[in-house]
């Protein structure tokens, strides 16, 4: 199969359930907003090696807004229900409670599957000055700070949605294919439930499982060789075509599998249309890890 | 004493001692240097709930980075050594590494008390495929990843540095307080060696040492409820004057006290510029607690 | 009238007819469309002393734009059919056709009253190597320059639309009119069909016809006098309550009187939700000047 | 003569005279000030068809600034003086005065060949409410507006300065070529006393003057054919190699020729270190119209 000329191979991203909230942070002005939700959803790339998957999924206008003001809806995601309260409360508590003007709101709504008392849990900051109430129809604490009061809604929802949903864009030259991989980004940054957790959206540096080094046995994860061009002609199992010489992943998470294969269409579909791109494929470990199975193919029938 | 017409309270700034990295991220344009920076940096405000505290200290042009492209350097910070690493290897890995284009080189250069041998153990990533090179007059690792190759610096210096310098702003409005605390942030972001670690450089939610609430004592930290404006006339010890209405405080990080000095000091002189801001106080625990103590007067003298 | 407790004046905003053309402008990513852009609108906030009123009307996701790429869609507007030609064809040829990447297309579609055929006009740049084409449904020329192929849409609709649009944010100090009127921007720049030519959007310095001072007469417009807050004790006629130290317009251009009402609506709820603002009211020439006439309160029956 | 392996032709740019200002806006945030130097600047590309060629050429920290505000040093261009004049009067008048919390200072200082009174006429505004004051050791006027009031020196130095200094960047891809304009852009931006006019920096479309087509003789200025990466196998005369496919040209003007051959330098420089770049040449005339000649390996010299 070709879109815009380019090949997408017969392949499937393999992905993996995890519990995400869904929130919305509100503040005085958009760039208030925006300045919480990046240091929330910060340090916030792969639970490999960070304490959550998080990002930004959208900016919501005052119009659509409880408290009419200017929102970004984030997402923090863990496999753990445990640890994501946990990440929740010291993401929300931390770079969002302390950040001038916020607001924060639940914005899983019907879809949640639990409620987590993240609200309830953060009103202890108030050392009893706090007060409950409710506000545009939500259950709300009022917390008095330096800034004045800070308002969270009692309780937000998770759901069971999405890690890992993935497609690899491989192009004549890296700089091609950065190009496409900023403008796959930035179309996917349209589909509604879904984020791209890592710097910028971009993945530079896939992984496999493992090692194939026996030397580097105690490595849970190390760079996926096949997909080095610069080790195109020295490892014998290089799957970097000869007309490649930049290649870039794009990770997704999202709340539920149509939104995330919804992204992953968009995002395919804006990559290639960016000139030099050769290639898409996507990451799987043969169907045998993960609960998803996204065929890539299938996203354009 | 008064300084622009406001009053510069007698008192000082408790602060701590806190174990401080500084690391050079250069990428092929700002932008992207920018975006793994803000990445590696986020979830960082404090280590009251944050797993580090970190930050952007300042933009590098390409003239005067080691390989020539522009760069960003970023502070990681924490009391304990062992965690610092830990954390470095973590933001490194997986917010830089992963992140187009960039490399990174130790920024600490002579000021180091120790070297960690953080590029040493990121290496072992590269699978066997990683190289040993000296580049730019400095031990350095390549790692092939998909968008080419990442180069790490071997090792990474980090010296006992200082954490929690502060100044509170205190204003006729709330507005009036956050548009001088911007400007605080600004003025502060000039001076080497020092970060802001809150969302935008602000805090908008100060906390007290446990709790007065007798229901509340298993809180660690709650709201400072004297220095919330909302609670004036409504809590017995109230330290916000009658003509203040908004209350903002910048806290500075840096790699040692001169520098934070001159970070508080460029920090209050912009804040009083800003009309409506009526007084400038700063945070401590009677001198009990922290290591080093900021005269705020004694600053301007 | 009063609004989330801000006292509405009881008065009209007049505004005039104005020639609006409506630009979309794509890239291969989102910064580059924006880059271009703000290049094409700027220095363009009145006809006063600008040669146009220009601003950015809203983003475009790749899924809704013709060449699947992300967009904004501009507006640049002209009391002159003839001038606003003029203007097109030198803010399109010289700060869109000379940025990376992008291409342009009509956005006003069905709204248009009469067709420029500024495409066609820039096309002769092309030195006779342009092609003419169709293309996603559109006729349009594809100029060859060294960033590769410019596509223009070969005609771009314009119509009768309206300037001036506008509203008074008065507060307690500057700094809550400040923050007031970004807010309100922010709300304004999710309504469709409008923008706010001025620098962020907002107005520092309202002018009125003429001048007072009898030696001041070869000036076209002077500070409107009565709405400076440092002359209210100062001038006899100032318009300035006795609470309001801070002053800011917001001044709205759009294709129709409908489009600029509900800018004025949303912006004025956004203004009355920041803490110390007293008062909205708007500008006008006692209606002897402009067409239109838009009433505070009847924005809100 | 090869730099980091990107050959670098044995030719020059040539430039020619123009007259420079440079101003300061300050502001009470970073981000006004940016706002308004933004504004100010736009639709400046080229006097081909803008009415200026303006720019920002960098930031000023609150402690270098006459008024301890942060602030972005401008430069407004124009072959004449007189029109000049105008133009700052126009772009200062309704770009700057507008934008809430901004002031104006001279920046040229002691390169200033004349002096204008920009600030005299703009102080015309306050309709006699204005005051002459002396702040900061500069004779300013304080003209009253909703803001507050607007503080601008009273002269504006301007000199003989150069525009035009170029060079092309010619790579592997389209891709590669706009990665390595932007890296350009990025070292140019830190070499003081010099702007990159184009949007971003950039140019995507160079001219040669007038027509090859003799239908087209009207035109003052058409595509360079010569440079067009799509008419490489279409046109005798093409300049395009053989393995490139990518073309930009970075523009600089500048207040003396030593930043202007500065900044192609640095910019030079940075091309290439970005992969895929295969050479580097500049435009010029045969050394027929232009003043200066910046020959491209001197400057490596």
């Known amino acids: 199969m070709e879109i815009n000329g380019v090949y997408i191979e017969d392949t499937f991203a393999e992905a993996f359930p ?23 959803t910060g340090f916030g790339c792969s639970v490999i090696m960070c304490p959550a998957e998080a990002g930004i999924e959208k900016y919501v206008p005052p119009s659509k807004t409880p408290d ?45 599957d639990e409620q987590l008392k993240v609200g309830f849990k953060l009103k202890f900051f108030g050392d009893g ?43 004549d030259t890296n700089a091609s294919a950065l190009i496409a991989a900023e ?27 493992g090692a194939s080094n026996p030397k580097y046995k105690f490595m849970v994860a190390t760079t996926n060789h096949k997909m080095c061009p610069t080790l195109k002609g020295v490892v014998e199992d290089s799957e970097i075509p000869e007309d490649v010489n930049g290649v870039y992943e794009i990770v997704i998470d999202g709340v539920d599998e149509e939104s995330v294969k919804e992204a992953m269409k968009q995002g395919i579909l804006a990559a290639t249309r960016v000139k030099g791109v050769k290639k898409i494929t996507a990451g799987n470990y043969g169907g045998k890890l993960g609960k998803y199975q996204f065929n890539l193919r299938e996203l354009f029938e």
Chains 1, 2, 3, 4 share one sequence.
Not at 74 to 100: A, N
Not at 135 to 142: D, N
Request: with cysteine.
């Open 68 to 112: 009419g003001r200017p929102g970004f809806i984030i997402q923090i995601c863990h496999p753990k229900k445990s640890e994501l309260e946990h990440q929740m409360l010291e993401r929300l508590g931390q770079c969002v409670l302390t950040c001038p003007t916020t607001a924060i709101f639940d914005a899983m709504g019907d879809m949640a």
């Open 18 to 40: 995890i519990w995400v909230s869904r929130v919305l942070i509100t503040a005085a002005t958009k760039k208030w907003a925006k300045i919480a939700a990046t240091e929330a």
């Open 129 to 171: 000055y706090e007060k409950k109430d409710e506000l545009y129809g939500r259950k709300v604490y009022k917390i008095p700070i330096m800034g004045g009061e800070f308002i969270t809604e009692a309780k937000f929802g998770i759901k069971k949605g999405v890690a890992g949903g993935n497609f690899f864009i491989m192009a």
């Open 183 to 209: 403008a796959a980004v930035n179309a996917i940054a349209s589909v509604d439930g879904v984020i791209t957790p890592f710097p910028g959206g971009v993945v530079a540096s896939g992984s496999k499982v």
